[in-house]
């Protein structure tokens, strides 16, 4: 029976033009539930049934341009409420070190990490649990190339023409073998031109797995019980850099190789990022704001450099950019331990 009364709800959500609840479904909704309870499940699917075959079809009923004007300045002044107290839960954080600065660790148990971090939703850095895997030692670009040869691999590339790579990332995908695009990124000049990301998965999962016997796990917080347990590779030169962005999941970013300037922003700061499409900004390097989005100059931002060895935790909807400062490997993993699968529901656009 709930299930008939979600029926109507559903017809009176579409005839709101704005995706936003109507108020007052819910307690409509309630109240169909409640009126119901008493009634046994095959008693009540039974009455519906025979309600449904007398019933004519319910004819929608057109929306009124002033209900449509009164719906559409309800959402303004709703999403304006909501910046605000964005902006004032920024402005609190700041009050605390504890609050505003990353929590850096050498080593955390599972428990600290899901309490104080991941259902938090607060990011962690994670210096010491990685500092015996042999990755860090063995993967010298040498290294590297005479472990994959020339097996094919995919890699973005011809970043340097195209501004929006990130946005455009289908169009730069381009393959090569493996020990070609070493030499391709080892040149002193190679830059941002080209890099293995780890969009570029699907084909190196497979390309690359001779690297994970060098790999250990960080079995506190992740699951082997996944397809591919050892993550997604970004492997390119000094210079690479990926524009600010927030993802879709959790993530642990792994420095394996090199060194990684990050910088990490609250989503509260959200109103003051002039997200445009998706997950990107129209602010691509907070190091550099362009004049049209002076706001973005207020934000809280925490920056600071990864170093081999390193794990970052950065919790979905934090927002990201990450330049390489030297020839770096990263691996990122999203199968974490717990419920990590959130973006079905995010908002087209
Ligand atoms: O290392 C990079 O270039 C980007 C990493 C990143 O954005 C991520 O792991 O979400």
Known sequence: ???????????????????????????????????????????????????????????????????????????????????????????????SRQQSGLAAYQTITRQQFLDHHYAAHRPALIRGEMADWPALELWTPQYLRDKIGSTPIQYQGGRDKGENYERNKDAHARTMPFDAFIDLITHDDAGNDAYITAYNNKLNGAALKPLEEDLGFFDQILTRQVAQPNGM?????????????????????????????????????????????????????????????????????????????????????????????????SITYTNFLWHNDFHGDYPPG
């Open 1 to 95: 029976m709930v299930d008939d009364s979600s029926d109507k709800g559903t017809m009176r959500l579409t005839a709101n033009p704005f995706g936003a609840p109507v108020l007052g479904l819910d307690r409509q909704r309630e109240g169909a539930a409640q009126s119901l309870a008493p009634q046994s499940r095959s008693a009540s699917r039974g009455q519906a049934g025979r309600e449904a075959a007398s019933a004519t079809p319910p004819v929608p009923r057109p929306v009124l341009p002033a209900v449509q004007r009164a719906l559409a300045k309800q959402n303004e002044v709703a999403l304006a409420k909501r910046d605000w107290l964005m902006r004032t839960r920024r402005k609190l954080a700041r009050l």
């Open 233 to 329: 590779m970004w492997i390119g030169p000094a210079g690479t850099f990926t524009p600010l962005h927030h993802d879709l999941t959790n993530n642990l970013l792994v420095q394996v190789v090199g060194r990684k300037r990050l910088i990490l922003v609250s989503p509260d700061e959200w109103p003051n990022l002039y997200n445009d499409r998706h997950v990107f900004s129209m602010v691509k390097d907070l190091t550099a704001i362009e004049e049209p989005f002076e706001a973005a100059r207020d934000i809280g931002a925490l920056a600071f450099d990864m170093e081999p060895g390193d794990a970052l935790f950065i919790p979905i909807g934090w927002w990201h950019q990450v330049r390489a400062l030297d020839f770096s490997v």
